[in-house]
């Protein structure tokens, strides 16, 4: 070998090396940023899946809940008074320290005893023990995130009721365990009440929605142009605008939506069905190129053995081409659906960023949906919300992860090499 060649091959390994090194650099620079995020979000987010109950044994006195108008007693301040009896202290006559009693403990407890005395009045005159969540911040003061060195000028507990706090924990009266409410309950004004059941029904309703419409109209569609529509100027049109709404931003989907929808064909606003049909929109494009792919990955052999035995043309697709192609085409649509599922801006366009404290009624309803709710929450005032904001994008996240797991898998299980 010469010198020149040597020093050439010499160059050429350096090169190789070199880009190996940076290959590895952006790999090692990709998962740093995505553990960071992801730490990030679970150092906010885990905790909210413990909460603190408070376990309080309260007088339902007579003079303070009148009998005939349970629905117009407040309930909020005989549990104060539980508290502050608990704490051997009685309340001033300008209701100061019921205020502070009323700011630790959730409204929940005062909600329980009405349910209680509506389902047994004899209740009236009796004590009874309710067990509820703590207030919000309470709730983080228990959890470390409100802190008594902080200026109390700075914090939403003052000292007096800090002391409290310490109080009811040392006396066992305060429990930790797991946040079931978060997963059983919908939206809520007051964060320890906040929920996402409501959001996931809501998601769930909008993905059948955009399932029903979006699936077999794009693999129709893909059938169509890759089997049977004539190769001319007016397909290739076709093929080139499907392409290019794959690229189009999602916002301008939720326009779509919001005009066509909405303002002429008069569908609900913020309503299930409304954003089904604009994801549908926006997956369509995805699932057909998906699927035209997958047919085309099926050999040609597979259709001239199906014509050469007698089958027709449909016959040669439908029995034969298209469950070749399915595993390709099941892909495609799972990962579609599990980037509708994401979206948010299409869904604030039509209207889907109200508040919902309840469950949908039906797909006409208004509904909030995953995303839309971490949006809402984030940008709340209150503290405890932010904490429920990444606990939410915990559980989208693990939502999206196992509908693109589910199709790594049915792609690995039902995939055909040729």
């Not at 790999?27 to 309080?56: C, E, K, P």
């Not at 893909?222 to 529509?229: D, K, P, R």
Request: net charge neutral.
């Amino acid at each position: 070998m010469t010198d020149i060649a040597a020093a050439r091959l010499k160059k050429r390994h350096a090169a190789e090396t070199r880009f190996r090194v940076y290959g590895r650099t952006a790999i090692i620079i990709a998962l740093s940023f995505l553990a960071l995020l992801m730490g990030r979000i679970g150092m906010q987010g885990y905790s909210t899946f413990t909460t603190n109950t408070v376990s309080l044994s309260v007088y339902l006195d007579p003079a303070r809940i009148d009998a005939g108008d349970l629905e117009g007693s407040n309930f909020d301040y005989v549990v104060a008074l539980a508290l502050l009896k608990k704490m051997g202290e009685t309340d001033d006559d300008y209701g100061t320290n019921a205020s502070e009693a009323m700011d630790l403990v959730s409204r929940d407890l005062g909600f329980q005893i009405l349910n209680r005395l509506k389902a047994e009045p004899g209740l009236l005159g009796k004590t009874i023990t309710v067990t509820g969540p703590m207030k919000a911040n309470a709730d983080l003061y228990y959890k470390g995130q409100l802190k008594r060195e902080t200026a109390q000028a700075d914090r939403r507990l003052n000292n007096h009721q800090l002391d409290w706090l310490d109080r009811l924990k040392a006396d066992g009266d305060v429990k930790s365990g797991f946040n079931v409410a978060f997963f059983t309950h919908a939206d809520s004004t007051e964060p320890e009440q906040a929920g996402i059941l409501g959001a996931v029904m809501g998601s769930a309703m909008m993905l059948l929605v955009t399932a029903l419409i979006a699936v077999p109209m794009g693999v129709l569609a893909a059938v169509w142009l890759e089997e049977f529509a004539p190769k001319n100027r007016w397909t290739d049109i076709i093929e080139v605008n499907i392409n290019n709404l794959a690229a189009v931003p999602s916002i301008v989907y939720g326009l779509l939506g919001l005009a066509v929808f909405i303002n002429w064909l008069g569908a609900p606003r913020g309503a299930p069905l409304t954003g089904g049909m604009v994801l549908a929109l926006m997956a369509l494009p995805t699932i057909i190129i998906a699927t035209r792919s997958a047919l085309k990955a099926v050999p040609p052999s597979i259709r001239e053995a199906a014509l050469g035995v007698g089958a027709s043309r449909t016959q040669t697709v439908f029995h034969h081409v298209l469950p070749q192609a399915m595993p390709g085409v099941m892909t495609g649509t799972i990962l579609s659906l599990a980037h509708a599922l994401g979206e948010t801006a299409p869904l604030l366009m039509i209207g889907m960023i109200a508040f919902n404290p309840g469950i949908p009624e039906g797909f006409t309803s208004s509904a909030s949906v995953l995303p839309v709710q971490v949006f809402i929450w984030e940008n709340a005032s209150e503290r405890a919300f932010h904490e429920r904001t990444a606990a939410a994008i915990i559980v989208l996240l693990v939502f999206m992860i196992a509908m693109n797991a589910a199709a790594v898998i049915l792609r690995r299980r039902f995939e055909r090499r040729w």
